[in-house]
């Protein structure tokens, strides 16, 4: 039997038996020259890390083309490094799922040290120290979620985690953008090096947001007499610091059981699902699907990795906020949405399952091809087009991507604005294009009104995915039901937070009415009213 850990993977021939494909450089001497001189320290050690990010840079180090490791750095859930890095020697094992069911395996060896921000953990914190204080670091990296670069709650004050870190200063943070803003402050103080901070986490404005949080906390110490003036300047001068914005793009959906199985049955050890006790849901093996964009903005301080030869984009600011517009506007989140709520109305579990029924296949595929590409933003660098082919054609299509509608589903209402209010509001701009002729899109608004009674296309109730603003959605389609000859949902439909727009001053507010009344008519309406209005 075989092992995932570097013991193990000596023995290349043993895994080049079943097909995993194994790293080709010396791993003793990255790990030395990463101690000596680290240049990359990333944040969140999750799956798209693992299964996306360590992987470029591991075609950089069997190339030749770099000489140090990453150091992955886990400040949430300190378990995943306990039971998902230390006992596998911070290896992971690869599967990429091709839609033919082939598996592509491959031993991710790239992240050569693995530390947590535990307070009690003495040695992690000074070895996280010692790197920011060295002049070698060029690259910080983040996938923490959104979330993780929030500082205050719904009402715009500070988070107490965030308010008790104000208050103590940079000595002993807790949140992981304390944490950054106090290493940012040691690395200032040692000699005011230059270094970049790269969050490659999948939302709008990404370093943006990382930077607005890094400063707000400076800031608020500075006030306190907790650091001077001129860590602030050091921080905002582009000659030191840099937040560069990325799109990124890849599905890493959690461990499955299948890839799990195939894998034990090829004779690897100890490859089970681990669920720790913060709900991160991981193992130690990736799956993941073949398809994958990482687009960074080229703005970097001390050098960086040469993940251009790893397939990774830089380029401009202009070019990276093009690329995410086309993908979150038109070419693929809309029509993720689209497969997320209706898939939930009509009993599916799986994205893939959905793109084999017909009526919402031609669903997405109006919203995509018919209305999104009229308006779509071409980044020239990645054509839409073919962009939504894959989309269509592979990446929700692929039976080997454990990937359901009811996760899709989650905070839905903080997307509808930017999935589907941007395109209506291209369409408002355009001489040649009339709102009023739009269909798959209210058609998908008026799905998500639907979706919010709670009630499947067969009259039984399911669980609605997590969502910040549910209980107020909830109230105002308190009391429709099927069957219900009248209801009123103009309370979400003329939403401009929602939508980024009053759907009624646009005249879609009457159309997705209608469509939402034909849809509480009875058991099978969601159904029908879908297949009437995208045949």
């Given at each position: 039997m075989l092992k995932l850990n570097r013991e193990s993977i000596e023995n290349k021939s043993a895994w080049e038996a079943i097909g995993v494909e194994l790293p080709e450089f010396d791993y003793n001497i990255v790990l030395h020259k990463t101690k000596e001189e680290p240049k990359w320290v990333h944040f969140g050690a999750g799956n798209i890390f693992r299964g996306f990010i360590a992987n470029a840079?591991?075609?950089?180090?069997?190339?030749?083309?770099?000489?140090?490791?990453?150091?992955?750095?886990?400040?949430?859930?300190?378990?995943?490094?306990?039971?998902?890095?230390?006992?596998?020697?911070?290896?992971?094992?690869?599967?990429?799922?091709?839609?033919?069911?082939?598996?592509?395996?491959?031993?991710?060896?790239?992240?050569?040290?693995?530390?947590?921000?535990?307070?009690?953990?003495?040695?992690?914190?000074?070895?996280?120290?010692?790197?920011?204080?060295?002049?070698?670091?060029?690259?910080?990296?983040?996938?923490?979620?959104?979330?993780?670069?929030?500082?205050?709650?719904?009402?715009?004050?500070?988070?107490?985690?965030?308010?008790?870190?104000?208050?103590?200063?940079?000595?002993?943070?807790?949140?992981?953008?304390?944490?950054?803003?106090?290493?940012?402050?040691r690395r200032y103080q040692k000699g005011k090096f230059p270094m970049t901070f790269v969050s490659m986490d999948n939302?709008?404005?990404?370093?943006?947001?990382?930077?607005?949080?890094?400063?707000?906390?400076?800031?608020?110490?500075?006030?306190?007499?907790?650091?001077?003036?001129?860590?602030?300047?050091?921080?905002?001068?582009?000659?030191?610091?840099?937040?560069?914005?990325?799109?990124?793009?890849?599905?890493?959906?959690?461990?499955?059981?299948?890839?799990?199985?195939?894998?034990?049955?090829?004779?690897?050890?100890?490859?089970?699902?681990?669920i720790t006790s913060k709900n991160s849901y991981m193992a130690p093996f990736v799956n993941a699907e073949v398809s994958e964009y990482l687009v960074i903005e080229d703005k970097f301080t001390n050098g960086r990795p040469m993940l251009e030869e790893a397939g990774i984009i830089f380029t401009d600011r202009e070019t990276v906020n093009k690329v995410e517009t086309m993908k979150v506007t038109t070419c693929l989140n809309p029509l993720h949405t689209a497969l997320a709520v209706s898939g939930c109305l009509l009993g599916h579990t799986l994205i893939a399952d959905e793109m084999k029924d017909e009526t919402l296949k031609k669903f997405v595929t109006t919203i995509?091809?018919?209305?999104?590409?009229?308006?779509?933003?071409?980044?020239?660098?990645?054509?839409p087009k073919a962009f939504l082919d894959e989309v269509v054609n592979e990446r929700f299509a692929n039976p080997f991507i454990p990937d359901t509608p009811q996760r899709i589903a989650t905070d839905t209402s903080q997307k509808m604005g930017i999935r589907f209010g941007e395109t209506i509001k291209s369409y408002v701009k355009r001489d040649d294009l009339n709102p009023e002729d739009l269909v798959a899109i209210p058609l998908a608004i008026a799905t998500w009104c639907r979706y919010l009674l709670g009630v499947d296309d067969n009259g039984k109730e399911f669980?609605?995915?997590?969502?910040?603003?549910?209980?107020?959605?909830?109230?105002?389609?308190?009391?429709?039901?099927?069957?219900?000859?009248?209801?009123?949902?103009s309370g979400i439909l003329s939403n401009k937070k929602i939508f980024g727009i009053d759907l009624y001053e646009v005249n879609l507010g009457k159309k997705i009415e209608g469509m939402f009344m034909e849809m509480i008519k009875g058991t099978g309406a969601v159904r029908s009213t879908l297949q009437k209005y995208v045949g």
């Open positions: 840079n591991q075609k950089l180090l069997n190339s030749g083309k770099a000489d140090t490791g990453i150091v992955a750095v886990e400040s949430f859930d300190f378990e995943v490094m306990d039971k998902v890095y230390e006992p596998y020697d911070n290896l992971t094992l690869l599967v990429l799922m091709n839609a033919n069911g082939d598996f592509n395996k491959k031993v991710i060896g790239s992240i050569v040290e693995g530390i947590t921000t535990d307070k009690s953990r003495t040695s992690d914190n000074e070895r996280l120290v010692s790197i920011f204080e060295n002049p070698s670091l060029q690259m910080v990296s983040f996938t923490i979620t959104e979330k993780g670069y929030s500082l205050t709650d719904a009402s715009g004050n500070f988070m107490s985690v965030i308010q008790k870190d104000i208050e103590n200063g940079p000595k002993n943070p807790l949140h992981t953008m304390s944490i950054i803003t106090s290493l940012a402050y939302c709008s404005h990404n370093g943006d947001k990382l930077k607005q949080a890094v400063i707000t906390i400076a800031k608020e110490w500075l006030g306190k007499g907790f650091v001077e003036e001129d860590f602030i300047k050091y921080l905002e001068d582009e000659n030191k610091i840099t937040f560069p914005l990325s799109m990124i793009d890849k599905i890493t959906p959690r461990p499955s059981e299948t890839v799990k199985e195939a894998l034990c049955n090829e004779g690897i050890e100890d490859m089970a699902v681990i995509g091809y018919e209305e999104g590409l009229k308006v779509v933003v071409d980044p020239g660098i990645v054509n669980i609605l995915s997590p969502d910040p603003l549910i209980d107020d959605l909830q109230a105002l389609v308190e009391g429709i039901k099927l069957g219900d000859t009248s209801a009123d949902i």
